[in-house]
């Protein structure tokens, strides 16, 4: 990855450079090449002796005491909703990486507020989990302190930010008023059905006889005893998101989110349309999924799973010591993406299949490749036209038979280097001969339906949403087991049921469990003995519905007001990270039709758009703590200001890429800064076409760039403009300026907002509306001919000094009659300092001593000196 980011960002770095080396050269006349003379800049730049520390506790504290960020719902208003994916409260500082991706969803909300938009713009923290708890078994804190610590941490960075955040909504997960929401819905949907308890593999440490999340369970090493980590079956709970697998796949047309978070989701739903096959084994029917059953006339062996639940049905007593070995083997807890990489690896079964069609006996194996809950958890394999199985049939010596022939070059079993899995025609398959393979799929099938040998079927790679876990800092399930009742809801009344403090965090299981008025408890139903549910929910409950509380974060009556939520939802702006692409953002849509379902809410997508920011990389490694290549936010705000940190992040990469951190273009965005500050001192009353027209015209490009997210391109657009100007500037035009640096500055454009006398706030004023009838493209072309004419002027003067030893006096321009207009005599009289006299080449009155009109051409006069 490391090679990949420089080149993306290359561009754009390129044309910072370019501008920012403009502005290096103009406030203070000094370029800057050497060393040395670059310190002479960063000097003349503390003269300035902007205070951007105290100017941005100032207006942090003006805007909180104005409470100018809190909204409330306004039916005569549009609202916009932008949100950020809400953090885990790690105690740790923000990086460069925090802040660009906070900074993203700022610069949009502050656009959309300006506009005219009534916007919530929310922040709270997802603050329950597993570093909390780790923390608390390894340095002996509670996790409740570990977690208020670090959001008081996290919160104080945040607001260092200068975020318009509405701090009167922030929420917290391991609040009680907020879990008891949790709680409460998960009786609603147990009402339903759909939620629900079946035994399932978990991560289990047979030496420390605890259940191990993934991240405890790394490369399949106990973390406490580095012991070998196997599956376990234990019960745990589930919510029913297959139910509303296709929902999830249709309603991805509704929502405006990245093609390839889209292509994600579809792939994790799964949805796979197939022939249910049945093969007789030991004259017992046993179904498998094909995708092709055109290859059925090629099936030359069977494999199931070594987690299939009737495997030892199979398996003869000859192979029982061999298949009981490599089942073993397999036992080990893999990621999936192990399995992908698997070497194919299996064990024959000593058992035999027959072919419903061909009625031939293949052999049975077990293979490590084959999954046990997906489809049947048994394939038929078809080596020639299957990747995988073509692998495992080389490996172990099995037969293979050609049934689908290439239309344009023959493939021969002899000379055969891999599967063929190309479309072709039907070989060696009976009467289903010489069909085309797509077609025979739909044959053979009613064939297969005429004999009642399978039928037509549709698979999803979805499985239910496990939301169990055997840990403490997390939501408790309301449930009690009683011996008379069984599985029995804590009734609504009762909630929350509040996760106790006193356990016991040195137990290598669950420490909840350890606290016995917590376990035992009387059963809701008959009063009589009951224990409590231990295991916790996940906290991908938590942020299923977090954004829907911060439309009502207050409320002790219910979740949320159904009104409230309405009028806000759904999010129109969604900002967070890819790596969310399928868990978080399918279960919270999830969360969401189901909510629809029950009737709490009237809409079934929260999330109408989404954007992912790209990942802030340093020396080619993803930024972050572990790594140990962090700038913090401190490192940069101390030296120059939080703006200038906010101003680069966005300028030097677009936000959807990733970037690589550099010092260096970190000065640049300082100098534009500082130029913004210095053209205050330029301000008066005056103004002309060309500034009108710059000012307009850039109103229009940075407005359009914020709202696509270009905003390194907006930047751009208003760079440029603020480096044009090197006289006067109209304060109204300078007002325009600072307001579209607001955006990303909003400290220091606040203070010059207030410096120019005005009493309101910059961060809500109204965003300027360009004016389409000074925008005059041909006043910036006129312009830079005359810079260009200028240039030339000097150097012809600076030839005739060399030559004669001569200062000329007297300029003369000849050029094209429909240019006339463009050349300003005096501004050109202004910057050279001579006299000058402009022709139409056609004026027959015209001074011309040497012919030069004739050397005159569009855009470049003839030029004559005297
Ligand atoms: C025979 C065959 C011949 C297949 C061929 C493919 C190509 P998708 O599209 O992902 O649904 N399969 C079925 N159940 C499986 C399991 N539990 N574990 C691993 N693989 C399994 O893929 C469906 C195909 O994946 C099925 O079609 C089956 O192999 C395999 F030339 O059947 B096929
Ligand atoms: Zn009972």
Redesign the pocket.
């Known amino acids: 990855m490391g090679n990949t980011v420089k080149k993306k960002g290359d561009n754009l770095s390129k044309e910072l450079n370019k501008l920012t080396s403009k502005i290096e050269k103009m406030p203070t006349g000094k370029s800057v090449k050497s060393k040395k003379e670059k310190s002479i800049v960063k000097e003349t730049i503390d003269e300035s002796k902007v205070d951007f520390a105290s100017i941005e506790k100032k207006w942090q504290e003006a805007w909180e005491e104005k409470k100018i960020f809190e909204v409330k719902e306004d039916s005569k208003k549009k609202k916009c909703y932008v949100l950020e994916m809400y953090p885990y409260p790690s105690a740790s500082f923000l990086h460069m990486g925090h802040v660009r991706n906070y900074t993203i969803g700022d610069v949009f909300a502050r656009f959309k507020r300006m506009s005219g938009f009534n916007v919530l713009y929310p922040m709270g923290y997802d603050s329950f989990g597993l570093p909390a708890e780790i923390a608390s078994k390894k340095e002996g804190i509670h996790p409740e302190e570990y977690t208020k610590m670090a959001m008081e941490k996290i919160m104080a960075y945040q607001k260092a930010l200068g975020n318009s955040y509405d701090w009167g909504r922030t929420l917290s997960s391991h609040d009680p008023n907020y879990y008891k929401w949790n709680q409460y819905f998960f009786l609603k949907l147990f009402e339903k059905g759909l939620a629900y308890r079946k035994k399932a593999p978990v991560n289990w440490c047979e030496k420390c006889q605890s259940v191990l999340a993934n991240e405890e369970a790394e490369s399949g090493k106990c973390w406490r005893c580095n012991n070998e980590v196997v599956k376990k079956e234990m019960e745990q709970w589930f919510f029913k998101i297959t139910d509303y697998a296709d929902r999830l796949l249709e309603d991805l047309s509704k929502i405006d989110w990245p093609e390839k978070i889209k292509v994600m989701q579809r792939n994790w739903i799964g949805k796979s349309f197939g022939t249910e096959v049945e093969f007789l084994i030991n004259g017992k029917k046993w179904p498998v999924f094909t995708t092709r059953p055109d290859t059925l006339y090629g099936v030359t062996f069977m494999v199931v799973s070594a987690q299939h639940p009737n495997l030892m049905n199979l398996v003869t007593s000859e192979q029982k010591k061999k298949v009981e070995e490599f089942v073993k083997k397999c036992m080990r807890a893999r990621t999936s993406e192990e399995i992908e990489n698997l070497d194919k690896e299996g064990a024959f079964t000593g058992s035999y299949a027959i072919n419903p069609l061909t009625k031939e006996k293949v052999p049975v194996w077990i293979g490590n490749f084959v999954v046990a809950d997906y489809g049947s958890g048994m394939v038929m394999a078809v080596p020639t036209h299957d990747k995988r199985d073509f692998e495992f049939a080389k490996k172990y010596k099995i037969p293979m038979k050609i049934v689908i022939q290439s239309k344009d070059k023959k493939i021969n079993l002899s000379d055969m280097k891999q599967a063929f899995t190309e479309n072709g025609i039907l070989v060696n398959s009976d009467k289903f001969s010489g069909m085309e393979n797509r077609i025979a799929i739909e044959e053979i099938t009613k064939e297969l339906e005429k004999i009642k040998m399978g039928k037509k079927t549709v698979n999803y790679k979805i499985r239910d949403w496990m939301i169990s876990r055997q840990r403490y800092w997390g939501t408790p399930i309301p449930i009690v087991y009683?011996d008379?009742?069984g599985v029995?809801p804590v009734s609504e009344k009762d909630l929350p049921v509040l996760l106790p403090k006193k356990v016991d965090f040195k137990t290598s299981g669950n420490p909840l469990t350890t606290n016995s008025e917590f376990v035992n408890v009387k059963?809701p139903?008959?009063g009589?003995k009951?224990k409590r549910e231990t295991d916790t929910m996940g906290g991908f409950v938590d942020s299923s519905w977090y954004f829907l509380r911060y439309c009502d974060n207050k409320n002790n009556k219910e979740a949320f007001d159904k009104k409230k939520v309405e009028y806000w939802m759904p999010v129109d702006q969604y900002v967070g990270g890819a790596e969310h692409a399928v868990m978080h953002l399918m279960y919270a849509r999830f969360f969401i039709k189901a909510l629809n379902d029950l009737g709490f809410v009237n809409f079934d997508e929260p999330f109408k758009k989404l954007f992912n920011q790209g990942i802030v990389y340093k020396d080619g490694a993803k930024m972050s703590k572990s790594k140990g290549n962090v700038v913090f936010q401190t490192d940069i705000s101390n030296k120059y200001g939080i703006d200038t940190a906010r101003l680069f992040l966005m300028f030097v990469s677009s936000p959807d890429r990733q970037m690589e951190w550099s010092d260096d273009g970190v000065e640049g965005s300082f100098r534009i800064i500082n130029k913004l500050i210095r053209l205050k001192d330029k301000v008066s009353k005056n103004t002309t076409p060309l500034q009108e027209h710059k000012i307009n015209n850039t109103i229009k490009l940075f407005s359009l760039n914020i709202e696509s997210f270009d905003y390194p391109k907006a930047i751009i657009s208003a760079v440029e403009c603020l480096d044009s100007f090197n006289g006067d500037i109209k304060k109204e035009n300078y007002e325009i300026l600072l307001k579209l640096f607001s955006l990303f500055c909003p400290h220091i454009t606040e203070e010059l907002w207030h410096n120019l006398g005005n009493k309101t706030f910059i961060s809500v004023a109204d965003w300027p509306v360009a004016d389409e009838s000074k925008i005059n493209a041909k006043l910036e072309e006129a312009e830079k001919n005359v810079d260009k004419t200028v240039s030339d002027i000097i150097t012809v003067l600076n030839i005739i000094k060399e030559k004669t030893g001569k200062d000329g006096n007297k300029v003369y321009l000849y050029v094209m009659p429909f240019e006339l207009a463009n050349y300003d005599a005096e501004a050109i009289v202004k910057r050279t300092g001579k006299e000058i006299k402009v022709f139409a080449v056609n004026d027959k009155s015209k001074y011309d001593p040497e012919q030069k009109s004739s050397k005159a051409k569009p855009g470049k006069p003839g030029i004559f000196v005297e």
């Open positions: 009683c008379n009742c029995v059963c139903k008959c009589g009951g």
